[in-house]
């Protein structure tokens, strides 16, 4: 194979495997916010044990109200 052909397929190799990478998301108190259902909802006693479970732990790590 020629240099210049070996060069055009790692430069290829590396734009592509470039569209693949992903930052993180942050920390929670970046990326969440309360969870609120409305009164129409209808939730099961483990969803609301851990919507409960994700506002408390909002409240006391990001200062949710």
Aim: proline letters at 8%.
């Amino acid at each position: 194979m020629r240099p210049f052909s070996k060069c055009l397929l790692l430069t290829s190799m590396i734009v592509c495997l470039s569209g693949c990478a992903t930052s993180p998301p942050g920390d929670f108190c970046d990326v969440a916010s309360p969870i609120r259902p409305s009164r129409s909802d209808v939730l099961t006693d483990g969803t609301k044990r851990q919507i409960l479970a994700h506002d408390e732990y909002g409240a006391k790590a990001c200062g949710w109200k």
